[in-house]
């Protein structure tokens, strides 16, 4: 129950994050007449998840959905990430930024094939620091930080470093 509630705390704390709304000194919604870049690819971290991945930037700030599960006869794994970002530089083709990763893990194995005895693990990281991307088609992401592993066991805590590769797809806003 513990960690329900947790997983529901934490999507509840990033949705107030991410969709909060910035109001420009005049009034008007901040970059009503900037691009919005959507990004997809595949990242690798331990407190922003692995798999396959998604990012929306939306002006100054990003959300990163990350997620994969691994669904065999044995074994189910299912890893899933979501980040909050907050861009700090961008040029033409890089990219400065922090974030703020929370990731969880589920494994799910068989340990006693003849009995039919599984055992399951449950893993919570969270992390934040800052990251940068190079390049134009694909991009390349390096993240790296400060971590808090295994918060629903053995907690520990230890600098990250988190991977990726994106291709970006560009839209314009409508005011």
Not at 43 to 56: D, E, I, L, M
Not at 138 to 149: C, H, S, T
């Amino acid at each position: 129950m513990k960690k329900l509630f947790l997983f529901i705390f934490v999507g509840i704390f990033l949705n107030i994050l991410v969709f909060g709304q910035d109001n420009d000194e005049d009034g008007s919604k901040q970059g009503a007449d900037k691009i919005l870049k959507n990004e997809v690819g595949v990242h690798a971290g331990f407190t922003t998840g692995v798999g396959f991945s998604f990012r929306y930037w939306m002006s100054k700030y990003g959300v990163q959905i990350t997620a994969i599960p691994i669904i065999t006869e044995d074994e189910t794994i299912i890893s899933t990430g979501i980040s909050v970002l907050y861009n700090l530089a961008e040029r033409k083709n890089s990219r400065m930024f922090l974030y703020f990763g929370n990731h969880i893990y589920y494994n799910k194995y068989y340990y006693d094939y003849y009995n039919e005895s599984y055992d399951e693990d449950l893993i919570y990281n969270i992390g934040f620091g800052g990251g940068f991307e190079i390049g134009k088609y694909p991009k390349i992401n390096v993240q790296a930080g400060y971590a808090v592993y295994n918060l629903t066991n053995e907690i520990r805590a230890l600098p990250t470093v988190e991977l990726g590769l994106y291709f970006d797809i560009r839209k314009r806003k409508k005011k």
